[in-house]
């Protein structure tokens, strides 16, 4: 029998203690705790269910794309004063592989290394990498193309879709940008775990985009799991994540982003870290996919255990208005990422995530909107 509690753990004893950084830490701390680990949490919103799942949390501010340097590193050396058994993280890093080296240089790093991150992040290396594997992909260029219609503008190192502009929409791209013709399908997303030789697929997602009206027609807006794709696309789909796994050494947890039209893929991205649509899937056996992660960064490659029947969702409800969340706001049990009492959310900020179970993808899909409508009307009453 597998045994998942952590490595050092015993009876009596303290659990291993990690520092976990991402931009929202939620579903990776209290997967974490639940694994086993004493998690010492670092994101950007301070969320009352974090707080509630880490032995300690830090609020880390966050600036173009990415954690503020200088800020993150203070924080990361107060946290290390004590003796931790490693660093894992979500997003924040993109933009600045070389603050994740940093951290490399000071504590065992559980996820991938900076320079595979720093690789599959660079448009102008991920992209010609994509090509010598025989991965199809969306066009791409960096120079302006002639007919802007039916091209976009991505950010080299973005998350989170907020950095990608239809290139009609946008007037003046900025130094670090590129072209990529728009792809039609549906847009899938793969999670996955490996050795750096290997990959098990974890399950597929459809994602959602969450247009506002400050140009961001592209902003992530939630995913649901479990979705059921053609024989021939899933296959088609783990070759690829297999190519780029033996290609770049990926480990841990990671998931590649994709657009599907019919039976042709084609590859958006990869995020070579922990990502939303973790949050997603549950491995019914003892390990809790954390765990996995943990494992599958060390080269141990256990076999996945079956996923929870059923599917999953998540949706973020970003404020369309200006609101300060009172203490009396009664939540319900189908929410996260709660905000602290009192606290003001700017417009087009995220207020919280929204979950929900069913038994199929559409099921679930259905009533995690239906809940964020409710939601949404609910908050009305904290308008400023």
């Given at each position: 029998m597998i045994s998942c509690r952590p490595s050092k753990w015993r009876a009596g004893i303290s659990a291993n203690r990690i520092l976990l950084a991402a931009v929202s830490?939620?579903?990776?701390?209290?997967?974490a705790a639940d694994a086993g680990y004493e998690v010492?949490?670092?994101d950007i919103f301070n969320d009352m269910d974090t707080r509630a799942a880490a032995a300690e949390h830090r609020r880390i501010r966050f600036a173009d794309g990415g954690f503020e340097a200088e800020d993150f590193w203070q924080q990361f050396c107060d946290a290390g004063l004590r003796p931790v058994d490693g660093f894992v993280y979500g997003s924040g890093f993109e933009t600045q592989p070389e603050l994740l080296a940093r951290v490399a240089d000071r504590c065992l790093l559980l996820g991938n290394k900076p320079e595979v991150l720093a690789l599959l992040k660079d448009p102008r290396r991920f992209?010609?990498?994509l090509d010598s594997l025989g991965i199809d992909h969306p066009q791409v260029r960096f120079a302006p193309p002639v007919e802007s219609q039916e091209w976009l503008v991505k950010s080299g190192g973005?998350?989170?879709?907020v950095h990608v502009r239809r290139m009609s929409d946008d007037t003046a791209p900025a130094a670090g940008r590129y072209f990529q013709r728009l792809a039609a399908g549906r847009p899938v997303s793969v999670l996955f775990l490996a050795d750096g030789k290997e990959a098990q697929i974890v399950g597929y997602s459809e994602q959602w985009v969450a247009p506002d009206d400050a140009g961001m027609p592209f902003r992530y807006g939630g995913a649901v799991s479990n979705i059921v794709l053609p024989a021939a696309v899933a296959a088609r789909i783990a070759q690829s994540v297999a190519r780029l796994v033996e290609a770049t050494g990926?480990?841990?947890s990671n998931s590649l982003d994709c657009m599907v039209e019919g039976e042709m893929v084609r590859v958006l991205e990869v995020n070579p870290r922990l990502s939303a649509t973790f949050d997603l899937y549950q491995p019914t056996g003892p390990c809790n996919l954390f765990e996995l992660h943990v494992r599958a960064c060390k080269g141990q490659l256990d076999p996945l255990p079956p996923i929870a029947r059923g599917a999953k969702a998540h949706r973020i409800v970003y404020a369309k208005h200006d609101i300060e969340?009172?203490?009396?706001?009664?939540w319900p049990a189908w929410a996260a990422d709660l905000p602290p009492p009192n606290n003001k959310i700017n417009k087009n900020e995220p207020v919280c995530t929204v979950m929900a179970s069913a038994a199929t993808a559409d099921q679930a899909a259905a009533l995690v909107h239906a809940r964020a409508s409710q939601l949404e009307r609910a908050l009305n009453s904290f308008l400023n």
């Open positions: 830490a939620r579903p990776f701390v209290r997967a010492v949490a670092f992209f010609p990498l973005g998350s989170g879709g990926l480990r841990g969340i009172s203490a009396g706001m009664d």
